[in-house]
């Protein structure tokens, strides 16, 4: 069976807290793409969920007073009600207490051990709490001392069971090598390759009960539980129908593997996503060209700092969307970063780019459509006609924004997509001023320019709003009812479809009205 299903990823987020506007731009990002993708005819499955297990979760949990598993169900509950509050739609929830992907997960060890893959020994060094890993001298600083990024290090000795990482080493810089596409943007595969020609260590996969219980325990050696990573990684197969077992309700894995795109930050690139999972996969069995690809996204600052809880200058998303709309931070969130960069997270940039390009750009040339066709033809719109030259021209323009849109969404580059759409609505409303239909409507002998004029108006609209439609689900919605039109299949030919018959189209009813604050009153 050949691969027929678009597969898409998260990061499953962690359960120790609510929240915040970077777990809400990755799966936003990854919805939009997901979106996109079904507007272009394809099957899509698209997967996210929580990562509940580790220690993180379970000091959480005590601090609270809880069972770790109460605690990561109640934070659990805040991830999907923001999902749904932000129209993310995904078609598997990867939750890692799951009992089908612990099973998965302890077959997975099993297998390796019977292979020779694992190993015990013991080891004394300084770990850190909060990465949840050992540390080695290369992570000290150049003061010699283990950064603040480490939290809590402690000297500890003990007994762990090992993956034999290191024999994987050179299958995988030849895989570097030979594999370009591997991550998106490509920047990012020489930031692997050097924290590979730095790392020779095997990988330390259990943590001994006695230190920490909250994981999935061995299945061959009942005093440990598997490290939060291991666990949480294979989540991309485990909720994909991987090992599947009658009755569990998974896709069919050879539909949909190998994952055209795990969405993450850049901060779990080096070295789980980008070394130890195609390594994991090599051991567990796969082939080269079923190492899913990566796509990784920057960060959202605050005036250039980190967002952290511990810093206090948490964003939370929910309020934002509750302010301004759902479609008004998801449109700031896939417009305001380049992909793979880093940006500045600031409510006046949601605002601005909001009234400018939504409420004055979009939303003033939906109303112009729909009241002048109102008002001058009560709603009723013929096809153009032939003998239109400046209409013909700007179809043309249309077309080569749509190419330019579908490039830049299959290669993930979102603000260049955006771009093009931005030009359409500016050209359509330039149109405007140009044809002023006002004019046109004085004089009888203009009837059928007028027409024309309408007609291509209602069609650039619908336009727009169908290239928009992956990133404002609800508002391309309103604007397709109001127009009384359906979004345009954009991959099938013609991209830019203009009316065929008489046609008419329903009331303006604002989609975007202006956000008022005092800045935007001046
Ligand atoms: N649980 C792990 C991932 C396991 S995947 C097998 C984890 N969780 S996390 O909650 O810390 O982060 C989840 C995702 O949110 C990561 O991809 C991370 O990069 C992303 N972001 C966290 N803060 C972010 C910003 N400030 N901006 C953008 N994305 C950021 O890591």
């Given at each position: ?17 609510a ?5 809400a731009?990755?799966?936003?990002l ?41 605690f ?6 805040k991830?999907?009600?923001l ?16 009992p089908?992907?612990k ?29 949840e ?13 283990f ?40 920047f ?39 490290y939060?990573?291991f666990?949480a ?22 539909k949909?593997?190998?994952c ?6 850049k ?23 079923e ?5 990784v ?5 605050l ?46 940039r949601?605002i601005?780019?909001y009234?400018?390009?939504l ?41 080569e ?9 299959d ?17 359509a ?6 044809t002023?239909?006002?004019?046109l ?29 992956p990133?404002i ?16 299949a ?11 018959a008489?046609h ?19």
């Open positions: 069976m050949s691969k027929e299903v678009f597969y898409i990823t998260t990061a499953i987020d962690y359960t120790n807290a929240p915040h506007i970077g777990h731009y990755e799966k936003v990854a919805d939009t793409i997901a979106r996109y993708q079904r507007l272009c005819g394809k099957e899509v499955f698209f997967l996210t969920g929580v990562d509940q297990h580790g220690q993180k979760v379970k000091q959480a949990a005590e601090q609270k007073g809880v069972e770790p598993q109460a990561a169900d109640s934070v659990t509950e991830f999907l009600d999902w749904k509050q932000l129209g993310v739609v995904y078609d598997g929830w990867a939750a890692t207490t799951d089908r992907h099973r998965v997960v302890r077959e997975i060890l099993q297998s390796l051990h019977d292979k020779g893959l694992l190993y015990k020994a013991k080891h004394k060094g300084h770990y850190s709490v909060r990465q890993q050992f540390l080695t001298d290369k992570e000290r600083d150049e003061s010699g001392n950064g603040p990024e480490w939290g809590e290090v402690q000297e500890i000795e003990e007994e762990n069971w090992y993956f034999k990482l290191s024999e994987y080493r050179d299958w995988f810089v030849n895989f570097l090598n030979t594999h370009p596409d591997f991550i998106t943007p490509s990012r595969i020489a930031e692997v390759a050097n924290a590979v020609a730095k790392n020779s260590a095997d990988l330390c996969i259990s943590r001994p009960k006695a230190r920490l219980s909250w994981g999935i325990e061995f299945p061959f050696d009942p005093e440990f539980v598997t939060v990573w666990d990684l294979i989540n991309y197969i485990s909720f994909a129908g991987y090992l599947p077992k009658e009755g569990e309700g998974f896709p069919k894995f050879e949909v593997w190998p055209d795109a795990h969405v993450i930050g901060d779990i690139l080096v070295p789980a996503h980008g070394i130890y999972w195609p390594a994991m996969l090599k051991a567990i069995g796969f082939e080269d060209h190492i899913p690809k990566l796509l996204h920057g960060w959202w600052n005036r250039g700092a980190k967002i952290s809880k511990s810093q206090g200058n948490i964003i939370d998303p929910k309020l934002l969307a509750e302010q301004y709309g759902t479609d008004a931070l998801r449109y700031y969130l896939m417009r305001d970063i380049v992909m793979g960069q880093d940006a500045d997270f600031s409510e006046e949601l601005l780019r009234n400018t390009e409420a004055n750009g979009l939303g003033n040339l939906l109303n112009r459509s729909l009241n002048m066709a109102q008002r001058y033809r009560q709603g009723v719109l013929q096809p153009v006609g032939d003998g239109h030259a400046d209409i013909e021209a700007e179809r043309a323009a249309n077309r924004a749509v190419a330019v849109y579908r490039k830049a969404m290669a993930y580059q979102l603000h260049i997509a955006l771009d093009a759409i931005g030009n359409i609505i500016t050209r409303n330039a149109f405007v001023e140009t002023a239909p006002w004019k409507a004085k004089d009888e002998a203009q009837a059928s320019r007028l027409d024309a004029v309408l007609s291509y108006l209602a069609e650039s609209v619908r336009l727009a709003a169908t290239l928009l439609s990133v689900p609800e508002a391309a919605t309103r604007i397709f009812e109001q127009l009384g039109l359906s979004a345009i954009i991959c099938v030919e013609p991209v830019c479809p203009a009316l065929e008489t008419k189209t329903g009331a303006a009813q604002p989609v975007f009205p202006r956000i008022e604050t005092p800045e935007t009153n001046g």
